[in-house]
């Protein structure tokens, strides 16, 4: 597909003259303000350049995807009962009626695998979904203030064991544990990342804690991909993931010179996460086999978490250690003449890997004005290498799956595994990981901000309409699933049609009637973007940059996607008991518990019910409760035509 044969001359021009685009004077910034902000570890050892380290005592290896990991073991022993007392306080503060929390937990707090398990899951949408994702994840959060306030969610992400997210939804989550699981309160009080006022393509605002020039933050792309395509450690191959990820890691790390170091799996040393306060982080990638250029259904889903990167799928069927893929394995083994080479897993590279379809912002930077030619040439020079058809790639070269699983393993005769978006495949919430029979999780709340309904002659959609959901649903159906079930799930009609695009609502509530498979699939409490206070129906691509208070009005709307409004909503009064409904469901099932009436009526009103709707009339929500001013007179957002341009290079795409 080539995404730019639809951007003419004059949509370029148009975009460069955007006012959105300022032009700005290379300068030198004062000195940033000490500042003693917590942070993941530079493990890596040599910045963005991956080097040879010393070997741990056990050689790293692929192993079998037959299992989890024993870290993710041995960690869950400690996560699970971590779970245990923030679980008990929210669902007393959920209060459903006949329900004793407390008798319940007690009688199971000895054996966890009793009680419920809980995953959360960010769709994908660029900084749309980085935002509503954002508001969704404060709203669970017990450190948000007032979050646990008559009617609110506080307490559900301290109950959670997985978090996990792609794309857009993978930066908002990617940069809340980069930053020592803070919170999203912290950091938009706080003020210095997440600076989306300044696009990719002008770098951080001097002034902030980042202290290079915009002529500096260019160079510094380019100088640290250089570095890793010099790494004698090497080869290693950049792709226009490598530069649009160190841009990334500028929005979203707080480290002054973009955080080189910063690893993915160096989130295995956080002290929230190790000590198991914190849940797992997930990233989610999906595989696009060397030639193709569609990613489908079948394609194999990759993921990412602090131990390890590989597939539960029936083709790689396989995980490697993360912090070591920058190693020459081959046939599942690192031959004792190859050394341990660790800085591979660079978090903005990371995340740039899930958000890949982000790289075509990337091809058009000749239109901007004062963009070097340093980068110019280097993005040309990648161009050149891998063509303009692949430029989403994130190039995984070496490929640690080389001669793993021949027989099934796509890949598994190339030394270069090549990795996209995570939305690509239609799936844009990220439930691969957290359906996983091993991981028996018992709820998911599915935060959908993907960007699906269509409306003839108005461009100001990007509503979701369940389409991540059937996306799923339909690889259920497939091989490539190895029979992990799932709920049963509508059509896109039905969605609109009963407006479960428009509040929350639960799939699978019958954990007897759902696809073939050996496990009981979680319940899935799908809440979809909708606007509250602020048209949070943004464009992916036709908005990249948000004022301070933009950004807020996002991340607040977000707050009431989630917590309908802290319950005030229409027919809304028992959401939290409701929720609570959600986690013990499967729980209750388990334990051969007798369901609550207050239960019954939460499921009567949320789960879908097997009613199918063949037509929709088209989806045009309005506001829920009066717009926050922003002060900067946005309206319903009318995407420009860069973004127009873009929307129409990419169908087919558009849903992320
Ligand atoms: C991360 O936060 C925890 C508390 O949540 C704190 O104990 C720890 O020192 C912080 N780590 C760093 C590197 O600042
Ligand atoms: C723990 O709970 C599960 C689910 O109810 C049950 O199958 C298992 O037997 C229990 N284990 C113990 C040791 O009680
Ligand atoms: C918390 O709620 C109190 C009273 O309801 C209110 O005065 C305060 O502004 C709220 N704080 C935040 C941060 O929303
Ligand atoms: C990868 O890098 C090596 C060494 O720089 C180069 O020879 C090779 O052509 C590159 N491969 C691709 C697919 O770009
Ligand atoms: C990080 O944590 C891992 C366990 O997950 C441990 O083996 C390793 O030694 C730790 N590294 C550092 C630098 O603390
Ligand atoms: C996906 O399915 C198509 C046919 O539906 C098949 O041609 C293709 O080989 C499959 N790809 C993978 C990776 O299994
Ligand atoms: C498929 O799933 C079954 C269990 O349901 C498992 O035994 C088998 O190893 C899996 N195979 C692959 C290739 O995923
Ligand atoms: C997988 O393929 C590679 C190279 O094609 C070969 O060296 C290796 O022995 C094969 N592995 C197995 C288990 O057949
Ligand atoms: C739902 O979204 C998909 C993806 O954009 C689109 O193809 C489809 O037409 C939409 N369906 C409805 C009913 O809105
Ligand atoms: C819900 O509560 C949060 C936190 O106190 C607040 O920011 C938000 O504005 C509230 N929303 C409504 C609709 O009251
Ligand atoms: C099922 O849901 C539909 C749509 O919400 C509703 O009209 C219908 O009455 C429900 N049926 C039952 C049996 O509850
Ligand atoms: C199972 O669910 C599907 C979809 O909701 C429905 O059509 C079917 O009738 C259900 N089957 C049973 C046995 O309840």
Redesign the pocket.
């Known amino acids: 597909m080539k995404y730019f044969s639809f951007l003419t001359a004059s949509a370029l021009t148009s975009l460069a003259s955007s006012s959105a685009i300022v032009s700005r004077e290379a300068r030198v910034a004062p000195p940033p303000e000490v500042e003693s902000w917590k942070r993941a570890t530079p493990q890596a050892p040599n910045g963005y350049a991956p080097a040879v380290v010393n070997c741990p005592s056990t050689r790293p290896s692929i192993r079998s995807a037959d299992r989890l990991s024993q870290q993710e073991t041995e960690w869950l022993q400690k996560r699970r009962p971590a779970t245990v007392d923030p679980m008990r306080e929210f669902l007393v503060r959920a209060d459903i009626a006949g329900f004793d929390v407390g008798k319940y937990i007690d009688n199971h707090k000895d054996n966890t695998t009793a009680l419920p398990n809980v995953a959360l899951a960010f769709s994908g949408g660029g900084y749309r979904a980085l935002l509503n994702g954002a508001g969704a994840l404060a709203a669970f959060d017990n450190r948000t203030p007032n979050a646990t306030n008559t009617g609110q969610l506080g307490g559900l992400l301290q109950a959670s064991t997985y978090v996990a997210a792609l794309s857009g939804g993978g930066w908002m989550v990617g940069s809340i544990y980069a930053n020592n699981f803070t919170t999203v309160h912290d950091l938009i009080n706080k003020n210095e990342i997440w600076q989306f006022q300044n696009s990719l393509f002008e770098g951080p605002p001097t002034n902030q804690i980042q202290v290079l020039s915009t002529a500096d933050y260019f160079k510094n792309l380019v100088d640290t991909v250089t570095s890793k395509m010099d790494s004698p450690a090497g080869p290693f191959n950049a792709s226009i993931t490598d530069y649009y990820g160190r841009g990334l890691s500028f929005q979203l790390i707080d480290a002054s010179d973009g955080a080189p170091s910063f690893t993915f799996s160096s989130i295995q040393n956080d002290t929230d996460f190790s000590s198991g306060n914190a849940p797992m982080p997930i990233l989610v990638a999906d595989e696009r086999s060397p030639n193709d250029i569609i990613v489908s259904l079948n394609a194999t889903v990759f993921e990412f978490n602090p131990f390890e990167m590989g597939s539960f799928d029936p083709t790689t069927y396989g995980f490697a250690p993360l912090k070591y893929i920058g190693s020459n394995f081959s046939n599942g083994e690192l031959p004792q003449d190859q050394g341990c080479v660790a800085g591979f897993d660079n978090l903005g590279f990371v995340m740039g890997t899930s958000s890949s379809l982000f790289n075509q912002i990337f091809l058009s930077l000749s239109s901007f004005k004062n963009i070097p030619s340093i980068l110019l040439n280097a993005i040309s020079g990648v161009l050149a290498d891998i063509g303009k058809d692949k430029n989403d790639i994130a190039d995984y070269t070496p490929n640690p799956f080389l001669g793993y699983n021949n027989a099934t393993n796509p890949s598994a005769d190339n030394r270069r595994l090549t990795l996209v978006d995570g939305g690509e495949d239609l799936q844009n919430i990220p439930l691969n990981p957290v359906i996983q029979p091993m991981r028996q999780v018992d709820v998911v709340f599915a935060v959908d901000s993907s960007a699906d309904t269509v409306v003839a002659d108005d461009p100001s959609q990007n509503w979701p309409n369940g389409t991540a959901m059937v996306a799923t649903y339909q690889r259920a159906n497939t091989d490539i699933m190895n029979k992990t079930s799932f709920p049963?799930v509508p059509g896109q009609d039905t969605f609109i049609a009963l407006g479960f695009n428009n509040r929350p609502a639960f799939f699978g509530c019958?954990s007897s009637?759902v696809t073939q498979g050996d496990n009981i699939p979680p319940l899935i409490v799908y809440i979809p973007n909708s606007p509250y206070v602020f048209w949070s129906n943004q464009s992916t691509f036709g908005k990249l940059d948000y004022t301070i208070a933009e950004r807020n009005a996002m991340i607040e709307n977000g707050y009431d996607v989630a917590t309908q409004a802290n319950s005030t909503r229409e027919g809304a009064s028992n959401w939290p008991a409701c929720v609570g409904c959600a986690i013990i469901s499967r729980s209750l099932e388990r334990n051969g518990e007798s369901i609550p009436d207050a239960c019954q009526k939460c499921f009567t009103q949320y789960c879908?019910?097997?009613t199918i709707v063949e037509n929709s009339a088209p989806y045009t929500p309005e506001m829920i409760l009066a717009a926050v001013d922003t002060k900067s007179g946005v309206g319903k957002f009318v995407p420009n035509v860069f973004g127009l341009a873009l929307a129409a290079a990419v169908s087919g795409y558009l849903m992320i």
């Open positions: 049963y019958n009637n879908w019910n097997g």
